[in-house]
């Protein structure tokens, strides 16, 4: 091959390759913004700032939490579905983004048509808590109490129709008790009031009140999985608590807007396993209370579509309506 006609088929193909490169370049560029769909304090806003310096460092443009609650998490999710998929904006959610599609019929927006689930960082069952000034010992001796006086033992959950009210419907069903649901706005308020035993029964996950489990504010009692977390293995599961049938567990996942371009969605995605492998990341994390189990794109749409089949039965079933 001469070198004229080597010279020709190299800027041919840099004519060829431009437009890939660029296109490459394009994200990111500008700010990122990571919505945590409630108040500062919960678990999503914990985790969102966890990952924010790592996000940061690795893309190279300034990453920021926004905190946007209210409809259980639905608004904030709402925003970012509506948004352009340019990888610009993104939601960090709960498990209560199963449930709001059967409790909020009118959202705005459709759970699985218009955001595009990117990774699932893990699950953990949640873990039903006594203030400490409360006389009774184990979950058997609460239920005791609440069938010799019913309506009388409040639980306190992160908000009506969340993963907690609807496993604590399950739980009053199965265990033959009729106890009084105390609605919180999120994580950070109910870490609040149960700390200052406004309620009986503070039911939350690990990451929202392990604090004060800890501390011995709050006691534990029982834990929602089917069987006991690696994170709590000392805590007895309701099962083994004689309530039979109950398998709870919240998520955490993050999720843009529908219709993102692979090369953004793969980008992401590896940044955010990346962060993960970090063992001081994943050390954090894991100390609150994520089973960590990553799901790319496949594996959380699956699970999601699980979530809101076997929740929204539980809301048709039980007649629960929103705040």
């Known amino acids: 091959m001469t070198f004229a006609r080597r010279a020709l088929l190299g800027t041919a193909f840099a004519t060829l390759a431009a437009p890939a490169l660029r296109a490459q370049g394009a994200w990111p560029s500008g700010p990122i913004r990571i919505v945590a769909p409630f108040p500062p304090g919960g678990s999503t806003d914990a985790l969102a700032r966890l990952l924010q310096p790592h996000l940061t460092q690795a893309l190279g443009v300034p990453v920021v939490v926004e905190n946007r609650a209210g409809a259980s998490g639905a608004l904030g999710t709402a925003a970012v579905a509506r948004s352009a998929p340019d990888g610009n904006t993104w939601v960090l959610v709960f498990d209560t983004h199963a449930v709001n599609p059967a409790l909020i019929p009118n959202m705005g927006f459709d759970t699985e048509r218009d955001l595009t689930p990117l990774l ?99 006691v534990p009692l029982a834990q929602t999985g089917a069987t006991r977390s690696p994170s709590m293995p000392g805590i007895p599961t309701l099962a083994e608590s004689g309530v039979a049938g109950v398998d709870a567990r919240a998520f955490w996942g993050f999720l843009g807007p529908a219709n993102l371009p692979p090369a953004i969605k793969q980008r992401m995605e590896a940044e955010l396993r990346s962060a993960l492998e970090k063992p001081e990341l994943r050390a954090r994390v894991v100390g609150l209370g994520l089973d960590l189990d990553p799901q790319g794109e496949a594996g959380f749409a699956q699970f999601l579509a699980t979530q809101i089949a076997t929740w929204g039965r539980v809301v048709r079933e039980n007649n629960i309506r929103p705040d």
């Not at 203030?131 to 006086?149: D, L, Q």
């Not at 609605?183 to 309620?199: F, I, K, M, N, W």
């Open 120 to 218: 699932l960082f893990g699950t953990a069952p949640m873990v039903l808590t006594k203030h400490r000034t409360r006389p009774w010992a184990s979950f058997a001796e609460m239920a005791a109490a609440a069938k010799a006086r019913p309506d009388t033992i409040t639980y306190g959950t992160i908000g009506n129709g969340s993963l907690a009210h609807l496993t604590m419907a399950l739980v009053g069903k199965a265990a033959g008790i009729q106890l009084v649901h105390v609605p919180y706005r999120g994580g950070g308020p109910l870490a609040t009031a149960a700390v200052a035993g406004e309620v009986d029964l503070p039911i939350a996950t690990r990451p929202a009140i392990g604090a004060h489990i800890d501390s011995g504010a709050l």
